[in-house]
């Protein structure tokens, strides 16, 4: 039966640009939203931005610009990310939003008023990257756990939020509700943390330190605790407390967040909405990291992976079902660009792939591109099975995906995919071809097989929308808008025999990773420098380059790029940089030169090999030309 289903995000700090991490939630919460749809569930969507705080003036600061400029900037970076990757979100609020900023100061003051809000002096260790104070047994070794640094004292008067009054409470409704918080490692995390006496929250921050935020309505010399302000967008965006959207949706609110925002969301945000007088959410649905070769992602050592990126050069529904299938929801999983072409070449190239044009060029080559008639006595003759594959694929992938467990679900999908390629090989339709006396068994088969990718379409149409629709397009249903519906998909013979289908495709190539990339680092090195000179800028653009000069260590030549070396740097430092100049120089002609290198330019993984920096070059019809310096000086000076 129909029902109303909410899925949130959380909303997006506008301190960075969106990456891959921001990508997984978000089609992560797309994905859920659409399966919901197949069961004809009213469902509604909500993604935005988180805009005040300390870390958004500084960020501010460090690009001369105003606060409201840089959100302005940046949120807008989320906001065209989203439907570059397919998003179907039904609103993007932005916390800058006066209907928000309305809502905040309605639920503070009526906390306030009951009396869950106190001001006092409160001397404590501050993180400013978090905009948090911690308490000494929340650090590691002295250091803030998230930023590895140590966090100021800082001595104020601020207020703050009763949570301590409402721990015991959080405890008993945890414990009452087991999926409250999900997968279950998490719930146990939260209430491991709620064996320890819970702090009262410090919800506010002084004018004289912070103005960009919302004022407290009861204390107009201060601004709130960024956390108090984003978390309420979960009802403000709909209409809380009268709209007609907060009245159908907040009653079955689910949230997807990652592990590192789980305390916020696990332990303030129920107790907030409780102390409000706002009925707690549904289920908190937590997974883990995307790691880059082995470790967190990470502005500062260069492993940012860019979605749009991914999205334009393998595909964006390749793209979504990598990072669907082999994340297993809760637990960290590890992002490489080989990992991705590997599931690719094997999952969608060759077992869905070869399946669609095997299938389709059968049915035009014995059929004349036309649905076939299947005969049930002949159905029950072969006893294959499929149509019992296909609804045991069927129940397996509802329930693992209205779990989250979309890896589970679209496993379930390949293992019919299996099940219909062993099918081909068992029925071998090519034999059956060649005797008239078997006509009636070659069209069961291949009506059958049609039926199977028609489940197949519908089945992966969350993950890979764009893919399930031209599948229905090439299996003659252009135009069925409700193919995906689980109640379509349940009924076995859904194809009407007589269709006309268009001639097969390649749904997914295969990729051959080693020559794109060398294809993609060739044209890159041998780019001729006879352009026209480019638009001014001014000093203040050029001091954004660190140039610096490095002496080269080593050299060696990178395996399968004709045109590329690996050279190994001192600049003060070792760092390692690949560069297109092996056409013009052998790695011991480079070795003990004094090069000149850009040395913040962001790191690029190059065939395989992280490289740090960019040696400084002349290209003309000779050659590449290094620049090098005339007398030997530290490595490391910078330019000037």
Known sequence: MASPFYITTPIYYVNARPHLGHAYTTIAADVIRRFHTMSSDQTYFLTGTDEHGDKIVRAAKKENRTPREYVDQVSGLFRKLWPELNI???????????????????????????????????????????????????LVDGCCPDHQSPPETIKESNYFFKMSRYQQWLIDHIKQHPDFIRPKRYRNEVLAFLREPLDDLCISRPKSRIKWGITLPFAPEYVTYVWFDALLNYVSALGYPDGELYK????????????????????????????????????????????????KMSKSIGNVVEPLEMKNV?????????????????????FSEEALVQRINADLANDLGNLFSRVLTMAHKYFDGVVPEPNPDVEKEMDLGLESNARAAIDTYTASMGEFA????????????THMNKYVDVTAPWVLAKNKATRKQLETVIYNLLEGLRIISGLIYPVMPDTAANMQKHLGLAGDDDFYKLARLTSWRGLKPGVKLRKSISLFPRIDLDKKQRQSMEKAGSQKMDKPIKSEITIDDFSKIDLRVATVVSAQAVPRA???????????????????????????????????????????????????????????????????????????????
């Open 314 to 334: 393998y595909g964006l529904d390749a793209f979504r079902f990598f990072l669907m299938r082999d994340m297993v929801f809760g637990l960290d999983s590890n």
């Open 406 to 417: 979309f890896h589970k679900g679209l496993a379930a999908v390949w293992e019919f995919i």
């Open 562 to 640: 004709k045109k590329l070396l690996q050279l190994e740097v001192d600049l003060g430092e070792k760092r390692t940089i690949v560069s297109g100049i092996a056409g013009s120089y052998t790695p011991e002609e480079l070795v003990g030169k004094q090069v000149i290198v850009v040395a913040n330019l962001k790191p690029a993984k190059l065939m395989g090999v992280l490289s740090k920096g960019m040696l400084i070059a002349a290209t003309d019809d000779a050659g590449v030309t290094v620049a090098t310096l005339d007398k030997s000086v530290t490595p490391g000076t910078p330019l000037s």
């Open 248 to 295: 159908t949706y907040w009653p079955v609110a689910q949230h997807i967040v990652a592990k590192d925002i789980l305390k916020p969301h696990g332990i303030y945000w129920p107790i907030m909405l409780k102390a409000a007088g706002i009925p707690v959410y549904q289920h908190l649905n937590v997974h883990g990291y995307w790691n880059v070769d082995q470790s």
């Open 88 to 138: 179907s979100n039904d609103y993007f609020i932005r916390t800058t939003d006066p209907a928000h900023m309305a809502v905040v100061e309605t639920i503070l003051q009526r906390i306030y008023d009951a009396g869950d809000i106190y001001f006092s002096e409160y001397e404590g260790l501050y993180c400013f990257g978090c905009e948090r104070f911690y308490t000494e047994r929340e």
